[in-house]
């Protein structure tokens, strides 16, 4: 099968597409050709060296999917070939003609949905339901914080925040990605290339600060928005894509009893995918019924893998970015 290889760890340019060994099935995986696969953030972090996950080389990244269950393990009876699914993959191997996942971890896909929408579903709107629910204990009438909100896992966590009943204030870089964000629910907007992240949200709360804190972006973003918390505030920390990890001030967290939680939904997928798998399914049932509409920016062909990393990292799309396979 075709499959996109990475050698050694490198930026997205090194990548290239090789012909490899489709994986073996084993008694409870699935083995499904892949349609779609979504690109996330973290790939690039995969192919560079720098994510929690180091796959020996030569490895194939890419760890969301959308496709065909094509064969079955003789373990599993509840999927049958020829099903639509969509699966997560913590160790990557998505950007292929074929992956075999544990069969607990394959969802199956509402017929109206189309494979590219849901390639790029699992992780974001995994990860922002996750955080805001069983990390972040978001609360009916609480104001949420999120950064980075017109990114993937930014703009999932705004509908989500919204569908939860939480009042909205939407962080981003430039008006196209504001506007973006206003139209998945965000009440309110900050413009943090040209305005100050704590001035702006204790104006729009009344001195008072959000509850609880979004945040992707890390480095200078969270600094200030450590500053504009309300009392017993969350800070969920969901990634560092500024570049800098940023460290918390004790003190600062004393005063106020603020929680900072980390929040890696990956990791947690690993160790309990029918969990995650139910919560997927829930999001499914939420976007059949109109509550969620996935923003899918562009697509890229299979052989184009590295150029759509590439175009993530460019920071001029809003929501995901999909390779078709
Ligand atoms: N903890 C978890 O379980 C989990 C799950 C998924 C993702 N993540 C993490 O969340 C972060 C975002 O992932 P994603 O896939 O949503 O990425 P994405 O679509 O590229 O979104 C990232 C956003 O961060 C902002 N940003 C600020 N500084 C940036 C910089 N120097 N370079 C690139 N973007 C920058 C950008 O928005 P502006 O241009 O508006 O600033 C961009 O929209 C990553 O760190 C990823 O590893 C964590």
Redesign the pocket.
């Given at each position: 099968m075709k499959a996109v290889v990475c050698r050694e760890w490198s930026g997205p340019e090194a990548l290239r597409i090789e012909d490899v060994e489709a994986p073996p099935l084993s008694a409870r995986a699935v083995r499904i050709r892949v349609h779609a696969a979504g690109v996330?953030?973290?790939d690039t972090?995969m192919i560079a060296g720098k994510y929690q996950v180091k796959p020996a080389f030569p490895f194939t990244p890419g760890l969301e999917v959308a496709g065909e269950a094509v064969e079955i393990g003789s373990g599993v009876g509840h999927l049958q070939p020829g099903q639509r699914v969509l699966a997560f993959l913590r160790s990557g191997g998505g950007y292929a003609e074929e992956v075999v996942v544990d069969a607990d971890a394959a969802v199956p896909i509402p017929d109206a949905m189309d494979f590219v929408t849901a390639a790029g579903f699992p992780?974001?709107y995994g990860?922002s339901h996750?955080?805001l629910t069983y990390r972040g204990r978001l609360k009916p009438g609480e104001t949420l914080l999120v950064l980075?909100?017109?990114?993937?896992?930014?703009l999932t966590a705004v509908e989500i925040g919204k569908q939860l009943g939480a009042r909205v204030i939407a962080a981003?870089?430039?008006a196209d990605?504001l506007a973006v964000a206003r139209d998945r629910g965000a009440d309110e907007v900050i413009d943090?290339r040209r305005e100050n992240i704590r001035d702006r949200v204790r104006e729009l709360t009344g001195g008072l600060g959000a509850d609880v804190v979004f945040d992707?972006?890390?480095?200078d973003?969270f600094d200030q928005a450590l500053r504009a918390v309300n009392w017993e505030a969350r800070m969920l920390?969901?990634?560092?894509?500024?570049?800098r990890i940023q460290s918390v001030p004790a003190n600062l967290i004393l005063v106020k009893n603020i929680s900072v939680i980390g929040?890696?939904?990956?990791a947690q997928a690993e160790r309990d995918p029918v969990l995650i798998s139910r919560n997927l399914a829930d999001l499914l049932d939420w976007w059949e019924a109109g509550k969620l509409r996935p923003h899918i920016a562009a697509t890229f062909p299979l052989a184009a893998t590295g150029a759509a990393m590439q175009a993530?990292?460019s920071?001029r799309?809003?929501?995901?970015i999909v390779v078709e396979v």
């Open positions: 996330n953030f973290a972090l992780v974001v990860t996750f955080a980075g909100a017109a990114g993937g896992v930014g981003a870089g430039g990605k943090y992707p972006v890390g480095g973003a920390v969901i990634g560092f894509a500024s570049g929040v890696v939904w990956g993530l990292l920071r799309h809003s929501g995901k």
